[in-house]
């Protein structure tokens, strides 16, 4: 049976309204002519947790229970810098640099100078390995992993200056993976995201997606891949024997 247009009209208007928590494959079908808006996701319901704590719920799905949010590095490492922020910008020498090395200790490795600036909803993914130096400035909703440092370019290059900014800043909902180095004082865009072990030595735009090339098969099943064989030249039998096991 057709249905008029006010029917029309009204089932519309019901579908639209539900429409984030209908899955697009349950959609029924409209008539020619009527269309109406994708579903969007169904926002994650907050915790009554601070941000600390409630960005580890959100980012990190093995996390159950406010336990074990409790046991995550990062949360700590998180508490001791804003301590030791707090001294840094009071200008009480020394303390600071001590608690954050006391932070990296007790965290597995994670350093953060205390003058670093970090926004709200801060995490690290299985934080260990992490260098964050002294001018850094991260925004808010920013996620690192393991092993990202965000550091400057080194004494060998000419420096700024010490009272200069030498490290990058990272701008809001920015996320950095594993073993990406970020250096000197350049500007990852908001909501990029830096693949893992990339090397990003210049700024980078909002909503940009920056990757280093991943590793490519030389050898398969005893045989030399000719589609990379350049990469092999000059190499004897020899050098396929490795000296080490993994």
Known sequence: MTQGPRGLS??????????????????????????????????????????????????????????????????????????????????????????????????????????AQIGKRFFIDHGAGVVIGETTVIGNNVMLYHQVTLGATGWWRRSPGRKQKRHPTIEDDVTIGVGAAILGPITIGRGSKIGAMALVLESVPPNSVVASKPAELLMKEGERLKEHEELTQGWNEQDWEMDYQI
């Open 10 to 115: 009204s089932d519309t208007e019901h579908i639209q309204a539900e429409r984030d928590e209908t899955d697009i494959s349950q959609l029924p079908e409209l008539p020619p002519g009527i269309s109406i808006p994708a579903p969007g996701k169904t926002p994650r319901r907050r915790t009554p947790w601070p941000d600390a704590i409630d960005v580890i719920f959100e980012k990190d799905p093995a996390c159950r229970n406010i336990f074990e949010a409790l046991t995550y590095p990062s949360l700590w490492a998180l508490i001791f810098h804003r301590i030791a922020h707090a001294l840094y910008k009071a200008g009480v020498p020394f303390i600071p640099r001590l608690i954050s090395q006391f932070a990296r200790v007790v965290t597995g490795g994670i350093e953060i100078h205390p003058g």
